[in-house]
Structures are given as structure tokens and as C-alpha cells.
């Protein structure tokens, strides 16, 4: 069974930055591709970076340039780190493995102040 828990969401001024944690379980984490999506009030879940299994990256336009997305298959856990943090970027953010069905972890909560 897949199991997915997110951390170091915050409040975090405009401009700012945080670093997003997933520590992964239940899969050979190196052999999956693994996302970051974020829901913001009101909007459907959006996905907005990934990274295949060989380390490879994709970013959602909307945060291209200030997020980047990094896994340690030795601590199976994905990483994203967040710079130049906008208030259009306040939302949960869940990680996900890219080609399994699992239900969604926690999420970790992002707010960024104008």
C-alpha cells in the first residue's frame, strides 16, 4: 500500500521560499516518477512539477524558474523547493506517484501573504 506524507508547508511572505518535503513508502521509490500538486481554494488540484525516475524534471509554466523538484532514492523522498514564492501560489500541496493509483496523502498547507 502506498503511503505519502508531505511537510514544510507555512505562511510565508511574498518573494519568500520553502522547501516541501514527501516521504514515500509502499513502492521501489527509484523505479516511479513522482509529482507535486497544489489545489488552491475554490480551484481544481493542479499538477505543477514532476520528475521521472531518472531524474529528469517538468515544471507547469505557472512555476517555471522559481520551483525545482529533487528526489533522494536513498531516503525515498521527493523534494520541492519553492523560491520567489507569489500569493497565486497559496494552496495544499500533495505529492503523488506519477503511474500508480493511490489515494491522496494530507497534503501540506501553503499561504503566501501579499
Known amino acids: 500500500q502506498v503511503r505519502l506524507v508531505e511537510s514544510g508547508g507555512g505562511l510565508v511572505q511574498a518573494g519568500g521560499s520553502l522547501r516541501l518535503s514527501c516521504a514515500v513508502s509502499?513502492?521501489?521509490?527509484?523505479?516511479?516518477?513522482m509529482a507535486w500538486y497544489r489545489q488552491a481554494p475554490g480551484k481544481q488540484r493542479e499538477r505543477v512539477a514532476y520528475?521521472?525516475?531518472?531524474?529528469?524534471?517538468n515544471y507547469a509554466d505557472s512555476v517555471k524558474g522559481r520551483f525545482t523538484i529533487s528526489r533522494d532514492n536513498a531516503k525515498n523522498t521527493v523534494y520541492l523547493q519553492m523560491n520567489g514564492l507569489k500569493p497565486e501560489d497559496t494552496g495544499v500541496y500533495y505529492c503523488?506517484?506519477?503511474?500508480?493509483?493511490?489515494?491522496w496523502g494530507q497534503g501540506t498547507q501553503v499561504t503566501v501573504s501579499s
Open positions: 503523488k506517484v506519477l503511474t500508480v493509483s493511490h489515494d
Open positions: 520528475i521521472t525516475s531518472g531524474s529528469n524534471p
Open positions: 509502499g513502492i521501489i521509490f527509484s523505479n516511479n516518477g
